[in-house]
């Protein structure tokens, strides 16, 4: 009985291919609008993680004023020193490395070329908290950093715009003001960050380099902390509050004159976001597959007033009701069952294009294909139920004499 009534079903299907097509359709629009969304929104949930993990691993930056961003207040707050670094190490445990930071943007020549760009004084332990990997040559040796020797490391888009990126330029010299530097090493590409920089549009140099000859200040702009892995965030933090303060000399119930950044809260805090947006953009997508659940009643509704001789004809030479009902349950299901595949399919492609125009992961979630064909079904279910009632529930005698 089954396989008959499910072989009926089909062919009524088949026999009206157009109809059954924009049936579909709606379902097929559906489900590819929440997969799309959702794996769009979930690769850029990813691509935001790695871009913060790009900055450093287990990362904690301390700058002087109340807060970061743009119009932060540090006018007026008193810069770091050497010696906070040294504070640091010495007196908190849980710490991979910590590293002072300078920044400056300058003109920078070589090769007979000119570029803008970042320098970055810095100690070797600077490649250690911001996750840099050295791609060719050496960091800073000890000597280098006391003396604030000229040498440097070069990122990948200046060494590309400099010397050109299949050169070698370990040994070339770059001017950077009044003076000019070795070319001691390159750095691995890294990408953009969080908020669309350049990361590899970087010179960096001695922290005493840039401080006597690019910056001319001994002041330290920023410290980067590198926390161990386990180590306890709340714990490092508290403690480096702590201690800053007291080599601040800021009084009790005074507000700190730095601010204390975890990048892993950066990181979870953007992530929430696309995470809410993700759901919101699956969440109106949604409301298509309704619109097409409804389309498929009404066809099906359609389908029923056309087919009524058909249905009293069955139902005059034996069939039970409950056998016309699943004759047209099954179209219902199946109409909305292939939508959901053809809608996987489409949104696949769309997700691997979309993805890689964006420059986000694609990330195949096998969940929300199983959750959106499910219910590409169970709209079938749900609003064929009542055009199959309808049908099975004719009198055989009214639907013979139906025109």
């Not at 299907?13 to 799309?36: E, K, M």
């Not at 590293?99 to 600077?126: C, F, H, L, M, Q």
């Not at 995470?275 to 298509?288: E, R």
Request: include cysteine; aromatic fraction near 6%.
């Amino acid at each position: 009985m089954w396989a008959n009534t499910f072989f009926l079903a089909i062919r009524a299907i088949r026999r009206n291919l157009l109809r059954s097509f924009l049936t579909v359709l709606g379902i097929v629009i559906g489900v590819a609008a929440v997969i799309t969304m959702v794996t769009l929104g979930n690769g850029a949930t990813q691509a935001v993680r790695d871009q913060i993990s790009s900055l450093g691993s287990n990362l904690l930056m301390v700058r002087p004023g109340q807060r970061l961003g743009p119009g932060m207040g540090g006018a007026g707050a008193p810069a770091f020193k050497e010696a906070d670094v040294e504070a640091i190490t010495a007196q908190i445990g849980g710490l991979k490395a910590v590293a002072p930071e300078v920044r400056s943007g300058v003109t920078v020549i070589a090769n007979g070329k000119n570029w803008a760009t970042t320098v970055t004084g810095s100690s070797d332990a600077y490649f250690t908290t911001s996750n840099w990997t050295i791609a060719s040559g050496r960091i800073f040796d000890d000597e280098e950093q006391a003396t604030g020797a000229a040498v440097c490391l070069i990122g990948a888009t200046v060494k590309r715009e400099l010397f050109g990126a299949s050169s070698d330029p370990l040994g070339e010299q770059v001017r950077i003001k009044s003076f000019s530097c070795e070319v001691i090493g390159t750095l691995a590409p890294k990408g953009q960050a969080a908020m669309g920089q350049d990361q590899d549009d970087t010179i960096i140099v001695p922290l005493r380099t840039a401080q006597r000859r690019v910056t001319g200040s001994t002041r330290v702009n920023t410290l980067l902390v590198s926390m161990r892995d386990g180590a306890d965030p709340a714990r490092i933090t508290a403690a480096l509050t702590s201690l800053l303060r007291e080599r601040r000399k800021i009084a009790d119930g005074a507000d700190d004159n730095f601010s204390v950044l975890d990048t892993a809260q950066i990181a979870q805090t953007l992530s929430g976001t696309t995470q809410l947006m993700t759901s919101l953009l699956g969440a109106v997508a949604a409301v298509s597959l309704l619109v097409g659940g409804i389309g498929i009643m009404n066809i099906m509704l359609v389908s029923v007033t056309e087919r009524t001789r058909e249905i009293g004809v069955r139902l005059a030479i034996g069939a039970l009701e409950r056998e016309v009902l699943m004759q047209f349950l099954i179209e219902a299901v199946v109409l909305s069952s292939l939508g959901g595949l053809v809608g996987i399919v489409l949104a696949t492609l769309a997700s691997v294009g979309l993805a890689g125009l964006m420059q986000v992961p694609y990330l195949f979630n096998p969940s929300i294909n199983l959750l959106a064909f499910a219910f590409s079904a169970a709209i079938g279910v749900v609003f064929g139920y009542f055009p199959a009632r309808r049908a099975a529930q004719l009198d055989p005698i009214e639907a013979l004499r139906h025109e």
